[in-house]
């Protein structure tokens, strides 16, 4: 994710066992835990939590779900709260104050709930350490298509793909970056062929091409 160079470093720690997330909650009394599904949705959710974080002191416990599902299960155990992917929690003293799961993680949702979530002095860094938290294969499949490698359709069925089984802790402003192109795959049940034909969007090389620039 890029952020500036001063910015205050938000806590955000990997919860892989049940007993990091009692160690988590222990250190941090009031904090939140996100569990990280296998879809976009995870990409989504975490880009509108990302927004709040930048300016709201609050730690937070990421739960790799599929991967550390003995940690989720804890969780689930602990709190009585039926598990979802995504899923926001907080915390105040050990006990769930709060939780949206899906897509009810909005900034709508969020925006009461931390305004009672103390401020920064300054904007907060966000960063995860998870090397694939990058957008190099899009840029790699994007590049590709520009050079006439692959074609509209190719592309799109593989970008299309790519976005909706990206689990990844991004920013929401590579969320609505990436997003841009096609929109929500859930959106077209599984269809590429709803998708419409690519020249009926404008023209997509421009568009994949002004894209990669904003990237960076």
């Not at 804890?74 to 926001?88: A, F, R």
């Not at 509209?152 to 969320?175: C, G, I, K, N, P």
Request: with cysteine; charged share 20%; proline share 6%.
């Amino acid at each position: 994710m890029t952020q500036t160079a001063d910015a205050e470093k938000q806590v955000l720690v990997p919860l892989t066992t049940p007993e990091e997330v009692d160690q988590f909650l222990t250190d941090y009394p009031l904090a939140a835990v996100f569990k990280a599904g296998t879809c976009h949705k995870t990409m989504q959710g975490f880009g509108v939590l990302e927004t709040f974080l930048q300016d709201h002191d609050l730690p937070v416990g990421f739960i790799r779900v599929v991967d550390w599902r003995p940690a989720s299960n804890h969780v689930s155990e602990m709190t009585g709260i039926v598990h979802h992917s995504p899923q926001l929690m907080i915390f105040k003293g050990g006990e769930v104050q709060f939780e949206a799961n899906n897509w009810d993680i909005t900034p709508e949702v969020l925006e009461p709930v931390f305004a009672g979530i103390p401020a920064r002095s300054g904007a907060a860094s966000v960063q995860t350490a998870d090397p694939t938290e990058t957008v190099e294969p899009y840029r790699a499949l994007m590049q590709d298509f520009v050079d006439g490698k692959i074609s509209d359709w190719a592309f799109q069925d593989q970008y299309v793909t790519m976005f909706r089984d990206d689990a990844s802790l991004r920013s929401q402003r590579e969320f609505d970056l990436l997003s841009r192109l096609f929109g929500d795959p859930d959106a077209y049940h599984g269809g590429l062929h709803q998708l419409g034909q690519p020249q009926e969007r404008g023209v997509l090389k421009d568009r994949v091409q002004q894209l990669l620039t904003e990237l960076g």
